[in-house]
């Protein structure tokens, strides 16, 4: 086993770090029943289930522990600079701390943004209507 002795080590801080699985954009229902949307890149299939990674501090998971349904919305991977414009909103109106520091803003929809309109419709050709199951 050859060891490697010389290498450089780059520490990065990127706001969201996707690799590998496909980043899906979460649409849950606000208390006014806009729309919240979160770029997502913790998900899998499991049997009839989709299992989703999020944050206790994002405004999907407030929205889904009131109203337990979601979309999942898939979109095209020519739509990546899109979604990456997404990253840096979050849809609680006080910003967490530690998104501040990652200079997160808050958009109450983003969806109507200028780099979004075309993408939840016209770029997601996949999606699935979801209820969120009981927590044991």
């Known amino acids: ?28 229902l606000n208390e006014d029943e806009t729309v919240n949307i979160s770029p997502i890149s913790s998900s899998w299939a499991l049997g009839n289930y989709v299992v989703l990674g999020l944050s206790r501090n994002g405004q999907a998971i407030v929205n889904l522990e009131r109203h337990r349904e979601c979309v999942i919305n898939i979109p095209d991977p ?16 006080k910003v967490p701390k530690y998104k501040q ?32 199951s009981p927590s044991n």
């Open 1 to 28: 086993m050859r060891q490697i002795k010389d290498y450089t080590v780059k520490e990065i801080h990127p706001n969201i770090l996707y690799y590998g699985t496909p980043v899906v954009l979460l649409t849950t």
């Open 78 to 93: 020519s739509l990546w600079e899109n979604v990456e414009r997404l990253a840096c909103f979050t849809g609680k109106e």
């Open 101 to 132: 520091e990652m200079r997160f803003s808050y958009k109450k929809e983003k969806i109507s943004s200028k780099w979004f309109n075309s993408c939840c419709f016209n770029g997601c050709k996949t999606y699935a209507d979801s209820r969120m």
